[in-house]
């Protein structure tokens, strides 16, 4: 994948929790993501305040080297299976204390942004039938899509099975890609028939799935969760959406210079006024924002002590280690050596 093809798919995020698991998982295989992939995720995550999303792009190289790795191209559901409550953070808590799986479903469809701005899944019923649906934002899937998919349905799969202790609550999997490896593979991790290359994602469900009571429903515990979850919506996704892509757009591109006001509007399909003015409710400027992004990289650079001041300033588009000196003291009164 080129650079350009990264830098275009920066405005679609999903969560860092994703990343962390798989990198949990991957470990227990004595394996390690490579120093490239590290850097960039650490230069996210690192500057980031509250919940951290990363790039689309940035997470399917993480699971493709996972797949060369390991040799293995069901490593995303085996991931999924792996997770656990604690992988999704509060989001995870509060819908393991719904009172049914319908619930659950159906609150992890109300803040599935927590997750990602991209894909969608949705539970529907009609009648006596319910099934899920998948999709994403801009109407097809792409090279990421599979990867995601398959760990999201594996994950939630591997917890109705173990808040129910109730096996097989679907009755097949229809998904639109082509299958990487023999249909009876998939069926036998999934615990269903599976079918590929379908018009769209589409998981019909076993009658009574919905009404499934979860063992671990605790009122008080889901109320607290409800409040700490709505909170975290309400700051990373409801209000800051675009400003953390605005941000993770300028984090990716420091290295090849600052990018302009006008580039980054439309990589936000928004006008330069209308970005401006978006900024200007919230205190900002779109230079400040920059020097505070280059301010928070670089003091969190040079603390680690991992890369020399060179490459910092190469990293921050810095055109001289000089001019990078000079902005620092700026920033922290001190200079890079002193600080």
Partial sequence: MTSSDYNN????????????????????????????????????????????????????EAFQFAENETNDT????????FSVTKHWGFLGYLIQTCQTTGK?????DKYSKLISNQYILSVHQKNEKAWIEGGTTQGNFDQYSRHFIEYIISSILGFINRWTAIEGPCESFHFPWKNEAPAEEYATLLGAPCHFRSEKLYIPLEKDTLHYKLQHHDPRLHQLMLEKTVELYRNAVMQDDWLIQLRTYIINNLSHGTPSLALVSTHLSMGERTLRRK????????????????????????????????????????????????AFKRWTGKTPLQY
């Avoid at 069901?74 to 299976?81: P, S, T, V």
């Avoid at 659950?104 to 992890?108: H, I, P, W």
């Avoid at 920059?290 to 603390?303: H, P």
Wanted: hydrophobic share 45%; with cysteine.
């Fill in 279 to 326: 900024l200007d409710k919230k205190g900002l400027t779109y230079q400040g924002l920059i020097d505070d992004v280059r301010k928070e990289i670089a003091v969190s650079l040079v603390q680690e002590a991992k890369l020399s001041l060179m490459e910092i300033s190469l990293l921050l588009g810095f055109a001289e280690q000089s001019s990078f000196h000079r």
């Fill in 104 to 108: 659950a479903l159906a609150t992890l």
């Fill in 74 to 81: 069901l490593i995303a559901l085996r991931c999924g299976g």
């Fill in 9 to 60: 798919n920066n405005q679609w995020l999903v969560s860092a929790d994703i990343f962390l698991t798989l990198s949990e998982f991957l470990s227990q295989k004595n394996i390690s993501f490579p120093d490239s992939l590290t850097q960039q995720f650490d230069l996210i995550n690192n500057n980031s305040s509250g919940h951290c999303f990363i790039p689309t792009s940035l997470l399917g």
